[in-house]
């Protein structure tokens, strides 16, 4: 039993070092993609209120 043992040993210890190295880079990848998510939403964030600015200077008001 011991040597069946002896056997497994090896591959079930890279099967798992594996697995962890992919979870790692996925957690990693995830980071980087959040932090150009943020990016994209400040950018876009700035050009909704400069048209919003450019909006209000160049219509006039149907209200007041």
Same mark, same amino acid.
């Given at each position: 039993?011991?040597?069946?043992? +002896? #056997? %497994? *040993? ?16 996925? $957690? ?7 932090? @150009? *998510?943020?990016?994209? $939403?400040?950018? $876009?964030?700035? %050009?909704? #209120? +400069? #048209? ?9 008001? @149907?209200?007041?």
């Amino acid at each position: 039993m011991a040597a069946v043992l +002896d #056997a %497994f *040993l090896p591959y079930v210890k890279n099967l798992i070092a594996g697995m962890a190295q992919e979870e790692v880079s996925m $957690l990693l990848g995830v980071s980087g993609e959040i932090s @150009k *998510l943020e990016d994209n $939403l400040e950018a $876009l964030r700035a %050009f909704l #209120a +400069d #048209a919003e600015r450019g909006a209000t200077l160049t219509r006039p008001c @149907k209200y007041g």
